[in-house]
């Protein structure tokens, strides 16, 4: 597929990023990336190593639990490694450029648009097939809570949505709004998504996040505050993040009701019978786990996937193959990418939020896996520029 014009590109590249995330089309779209991003030549090293390996050491591993197969009667394109398609998204992460990036958050932006219209309207999603998902749960708004105010956007759910906003986020933190009043707009409805779709594991890999990033400039104020060396704004900001606090602990029965939709005892979602079903899966199927098939468990007749990154993988693919995939994330991670990284790796212990084999979610995580050795981020990026 040859498109001269770097706008247009960059345009085609950022719409089969995003368009795979709504529910009407289907995820092989993202393969269409890669025509625009693979390499003349392929540069060997470690990861990408790694990457061939996962995918060759798993069709060995389905080849071995070939039953597997027959006895969930899979379908024919569980034959291909889904891991595989990881390729794509560590080509899309190395070529990658800032433009493209930007549009896809202002696609992004769009769904929070359409998801503050859901809101307004009180539906969770203007989507048939979402709104018959969650036909069973209580209304919209029920006793006021947030938790069943949550809308969708055009994504499969409010939590899908809710990470593709938290890593659009992260992302524009990363780049850096090109002037004042795009920030402001861009930050803002991004802020209004993430309140509209209450994702309770979105918000604790977000305050880690906005803490990692913070830290210095934290320490540094409250240390000018103690020496008596801070202008009156710095007395302001911590004056107002006191109140907040206070205001917070007052409200605390509040906030533990939202949280625990109403609950009394803390609310998993129903994640502590499906992590005890998968944990009872890994210790049975230790080396193998599921032949490299995706596992999914039926629970009280719906099914589940583990709701746990490092779970689903080694459910997935046993200690073997799956420790790969943390090795390639291990030596990866540095000090320019590390604060990216964490809040991803934090929100994968209550989501499946990567290693889909190719995702929304996956091509940002690579982004900012592989930043360094993407020369279109070290070029214009100060931060990356000694890397």
């Known amino acids: 597929m040859k498109v001269s014009n770097p706008l247009i590109v960059d345009i085609l590249i950022a719409l089969f990023v995003f368009l795979p995330s709504l529910v009407p089309v289907p995820l092989f779209v993202h393969l269409l990336i890669l025509f625009f991003v693979l390499p003349k030549r392929i540069r060997l090293n470690y990861s990408f190593g790694i990457l061939i390996l996962i995918p060759v050491l798993s069709f060995l591993n389905q080849t071995i639990k070939f039953n597997v197969f027959l006895e969930n009667n899979l379908a024919n394109k569980e034959l ?7 390729l794509v998204s560590y080509f899309f992460a190395l070529k990658t450029r800032k433009r493209t990036l930007y549009i896809v958050i202002y696609l992004v932006v769009f769904e929070v648009f359409i ?8 539906v969770r999603s203007f989507i048939p097939s979402v709104r018959e998902a969650v036909a069973g ?55 209004v998504g993430l309140l509209l779709t209450f994702t309770r594991s979105v918000y604790v890999a977000l305050a880690a996040f906005f803490l990692m990033i913070n830290y210095r400039r934290i320490i540094r104020a409250v240390i000018r505050f103690l020496r008596g060396k801070a202008k009156w704004i710095y007395f302001a900001v911590i004056s107002i993040f006191i109140s907040g606090i206070i205001f917070l602990i007052s409200k605390v029965d509040v906030l533990l009701q939202q949280m625990n939709r109403g609950m009394k005892k803390v609310d998993l979602s129903s994640r502590d019978s499906v992590f005890q079903r998968f944990s009872e899966f890994f210790w049975d199927n230790p080396w193998l786990g599921n032949g490299s098939y995706k596992l999914w468990i039926e629970i009280n007749g719906k099914v589940f996937h583990a709701h746990n990154v490092f779970m ?62 993407n020369p279109n981020f070290c070029k214009t990026n100060d931060s990356l520029k000694e890397a």
Request: overall charge positive; charged content about 5%; proline content about 3%.
């Open 80 to 86: 291909i490694p889904y891991s595989i398609f990881m």
């Open 115 to 122: 998801g503050v219209l859901e809101y307004f309207i009180g």
């Open 312 to 373: 689903q993988i080694m459910t997935t693919n046993g200690v073997l193959i799956g420790s790969m995939y943390f090795l390639m994330v291990l030596i990866n991670i540095n000090r320019y990418n590390i604060n990216y990284i964490i809040p991803i790796l934090i929100i994968s212990l209550f989501q499946y939020a990567v290693f889909w084999g190719i995702s929304f979610v996956d091509l940002f995580f690579f982004s900012f896996l592989f930043m360094t050795q």
């Open 137 to 191: 749960q209580n209304p919209f708004g029920f006793n006021g809570l947030l938790y069943y105010s949550r809308v969708s956007g055009l994504s499969s759910n409010s939590s899908v949505f809710a990470i593709k906003i938290m890593v659009s986020l992260m992302m524009l933190q990363f780049l850096g709004p090109r002037n004042k009043k795009e920030g402001f707009f861009l930050y803002g409805f991004l802020g």
